[in-house]
Structures are given as structure tokens and as C-alpha cells.
């Protein structure tokens, strides 16, 4: 079974009434904003890349919002991309407007040995903005990252 996830993640009073987002409530008082086929669309699509290769998703329209969210709270970018242990995930983090973290990205294979989780780009980048493991395993764990399987299912769970 697969796992793909494209996400923005910051707190909540960085999604204010001005801007027309979708977003989900994790723990740890964070949001989740899944960056939706729609979403992309709205945002313009992905004709740039302004990190080259590091993402599959991301494109400059995505780092507009996420420096825009910024502004008042600390933001990450997420990619994740499993099916059958193998897989990618690639992170950055921006807070007041700059990249803090990242961009990352690392391709684990089915059989050869991962680097410690903190070093995990999606945990690495939750940690930048505040995320902490908790009672969990790791800050993806803690903010239940994994309770759907594909992004668009954050949206509607029941599809």
C-alpha cells in the first residue's frame, strides 16, 4: 500500500480570513494544508521549480503561500512518496519570510539502512517549527501525518 502526502503545515492564525484555504487540525496546535490537485490549479499549476529536482510538487506559486503564511507563523512544505518501503521525502521550512531548513530530500530504498528519524526531512522540518515528538515515535507520528494515505483523502476522508 502506497502513502503520498503534499502538504503545507503551520499553526493556525497563519490561515486568517484573507486567504481561502482548506486546511485539517492536527495535535500540537498545528494545521495541515493539503496541497490538492485543486489547490495546485488555483495556485497556478507547476511550470517552475524553483528547488530543481529536491520536489516532485512544489512550484513557485507554493512558495509564494508558504512565505506569505510565514509572515506570522513558522511554515513547512512536505512531500511524501512510499510504495512497498521504497520511497522519497523531501522538506523545507520558512519562518518571518526565510528559509529556515532545508530544501532536503531522501530516497530510502527497502533493505539498506535509513538515517536516525530526526534526520528524516519531514521530521527535520516539523522540528524546525516547533513540532515535537511527544509521547510519539517521531513529530510526523505526533501530528498523526499517516491517518490518510493520499492527500486528497485529508479533504474528504470518506472517498
Known amino acids: 500500500m502506497g502513502h503520498?502526502?503534499?502538504?503545507?503545515i503551520t499553526r493556525p492564525d497563519a490561515v486568517h480570513d484573507g486567504l481561502?484555504?482548506?486546511?485539517?487540525?492536527?495535535?500540537?496546535e498545528f494545521v495541515l494544508i493539503p496541497l490538492t490537485n485543486e489547490l495546485f490549479d488555483r495556485?497556478?499549476?507547476g511550470h517552475d521549480k524553483p528547488y530543481d529536482d529536491q520536489f516532485w510538487f512544489f512550484s513557485g506559486s507554493i512558495r509564494d503561500l508558504a512565505v506569505?503564511?510565514?509572515?506570522t507563523a513558522p511554515v513547512a512544505y512536505i512531500e511524501v512518496d512510499f510504495f512497498g518501503g521504497t520511497g522519497t521525502q523531501a522538506s523545507i521550512a520558512w519562518r518571518d519570510e526565510q528559509v529556515v531548513f532545508g530544501p532536503i530530500k531522501y530516497e530510502f530504498e527497502a533493505g539498506t539502512e535509513e538515517p536516525p528519524r530526526e534526520r528524516w526531512p519531514v521530521n527535520a522540518a516539523l522540528a524546525a517549527i516547533g513540532a515535537t515528538p511527544g509521547n510519539s515515535i517521531d513529530e510526523f507520528d505526533a501530528l498523526r501525518l499517516g491517518q490518510h494515505r493520499h492527500t486528497e483523502d485529508w479533504l474528504n476522508p470518506d472517498r
Open 4 to 8: 503520498e502526502l503534499r502538504a503545507l
Open 43 to 45: 495556485l497556478g499549476g
Open 68 to 71: 506569505q503564511l510565514s509572515r
Open 20 to 28: 481561502t484555504l482548506d486546511f485539517v487540525t492536527r495535535p500540537e
